[in-house]
């Protein structure tokens, strides 16, 4: 089993160490700066014999060593800056990410592939259109990650263990995400059965801001440890056929109501990729407040294209 990270940078690097981790797959590494994904490749290779990896890494630029890679993460692109949204990033990041996808395209045509770059859910589309194949081999890593945080937030001000904890945050990776409070429950309770309507907007706005504080306390660059954490969830499930629920960036073709853009929604992730999007029966106002998040994905797919 083989796979591809393209970008050696945090989340790169990061991913690759959880991959090698786990023992699951042989890693390609692949970054425009060839030196640093030949370092990374090589750094991590050194701690094989003392972290007991029995697979292969390769740091390269070359994207011909990409060929037969079962999976392919996109990490490539620019990270934010304090003070910047992910939208901030769309121009920089469509640029690279189609450049990405075109080699991917000419060298592992048949790859699963996993988009991180932000913003998330406008370079999934992106690579979906770039890449020409079927929606269920193109998806985004994040509705996973912001589930996430906002099950660590809980975790940590209820001080229950994340295990007791079922939640899901849908929509977009941005302000607008959506964090499915009709379905959260706390050792088996309805939300609002554990903690004041007050407490619960607090939480949720803390997740919707969680990427950009660790952005504005790191001062350079952005998180990686949760990111990378969210995306071996993601390869696990596709390795494993694992027919995992995972709420992830899909490609939409009515499902909602929507189409015509990648929004985070529940999908069954399996050997090929989507095995199904589901559709919950969500109260109104979440239904509103996923429309509301995929309008503002198309928008920025509009500046994105209109910026070509
Ligand atoms: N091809 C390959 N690699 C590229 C290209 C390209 N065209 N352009 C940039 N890169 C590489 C950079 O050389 C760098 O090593 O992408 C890497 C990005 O690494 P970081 O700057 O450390 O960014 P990181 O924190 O890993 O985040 C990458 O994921 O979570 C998102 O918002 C984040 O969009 C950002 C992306």
Not at 22 to 48: G, Y
Not at 152 to 165: G, Q, R, T, V
Not at 228 to 257: F, R, T
Not at 285 to 298: F, G, Q, T
């Amino acid at each position: 089993m083989k796979i591809s990270i393209i970008g050696a940078g945090n989340v790169g690097s990061a991913l690759a160490e959880r991959v090698l981790t786990a023992n699951i797959a042989d890693i390609v590494l692949v970054d425009i700066a060839e030196d640093i994904a030949k370092a990374k490749a090589m750094d991590l290779t050194d701690a094989s014999s003392l972290a007991g990896y029995s697979k292969r890494i390769t740091g390269t630029g070359n994207y011909k060593k990409t060929e037969g890679s079962r999976v392919v993460f996109v990490t490539a692109g620019f990270p934010r800056k304090p003070g910047m949204s992910r939208d901030d990033l769309i121009a920089k990041n469509a640029h690279i990410v189609k450049a990405v996808v075109k080699n991917i395209k000419t060298y592992a045509p048949e790859a699963i592939l996993v988009l991180v770059t932000n913003p998330l859910d406008v370079m999934t589309f992106i690579a979906y259109k770039e890449f020409g194949c079927e929606r269920k081999r193109i998806l985004g890593m994040a509705g996973n990650l912001d589930t996430a945080r906002f099950t660590a937030l809980l975790s940590s001000e209820l001080n229950i263990p994340h295990e007791k904890i079922e939640t899901f945050v849908l929509g977009s990776h941005g302000d607008t995400m959506v964090p499915i409070l009709s379905k959260t429950r706390v050792d088996k309770k309805p939300l609002k059965d554990v903690l004041g309507k007050e407490a619960i907007e607090g939480l949720v706005e803390k997740t919707k801001k969680r990427g950009a504080e660790v952005v504005r306390l790191l001062k350079s660059g952005s998180a990686y440890f949760s990111p990378s954490a969210a995306c071996l969830e993601i390869l696990k499930a596709v390795i494993g056929d694992e027919k995992k629920v995972i709420p992830c960036s899909c490609v939409l073709e009515g499902e909602y109501g929507l189409k015509g853009c990648a929004i985070g929604v529940p999908a069954i992730i399996g050997k090929n990729g989507i095995h199904e999007v589901l559709q919950w029966d969500l109260p109104e106002d979440e239904k509103r407040a996923l429309k509301n998040s995929a309008k503002a994905v198309k928008d920025a797919i509009n500046t994105s294209s209109n910026q070509k």
